[in-house]
């Protein structure tokens, strides 16, 4: 379970999810209750108000590997600057926008007196 935190795409505290889901996946001889529900109490250490859901696969070859999946955070850092970073571009696309207006404001007058050719 330690490995599969440190694995997660995201920087992110497990304690600010609000639901996680672990597959325990390996040779079905070494996975029993006893596994499933220690992990399970060990998230939930972790994640103590996260609803936790769990799942087995089990396959004849290789090690006892755990994937897991945490959603619903409270705060996430790196999405947090997505705002920040969103919230700065949209400011600046507006400015940009009012400049090109006012162009196309300034060529309008400036045409005014040219005939049309329609």
Not at 66 to 79: A, G
Not at 87 to 98: A, D, P, Q, T
């Amino acid at each position: 379970m330690d490995e599969a935190i440190s694995e997660l795409s995201v920087k992110c505290a497990p304690s600010d999810s609000s639901r996680a889901l672990y597959l325990i996946s390996g040779p079905a001889k070494e996975m029993n209750m006893d596994l499933v529900k220690e992990l399970a109490d060990y998230l939930r250490g972790m994640s103590p108000q996260a609803v936790i859901r769990n799942g087995d696969y089990p396959r004849e070859r290789g090690l006892i590997d755990v994937t897991l999946i945490l959603s619903e955070f409270k705060v996430v850092e790196k999405v947090k600057d997505y705002y920040i970073k969103a919230s700065g571009v949209i400011h600046g696309l507006k400015g940009r926008r009012e400049e090109f207006e006012s162009k196309v404001k300034e060529i309008d007058e400036l045409a005014k007196d040219i005939p049309s050719l329609l």
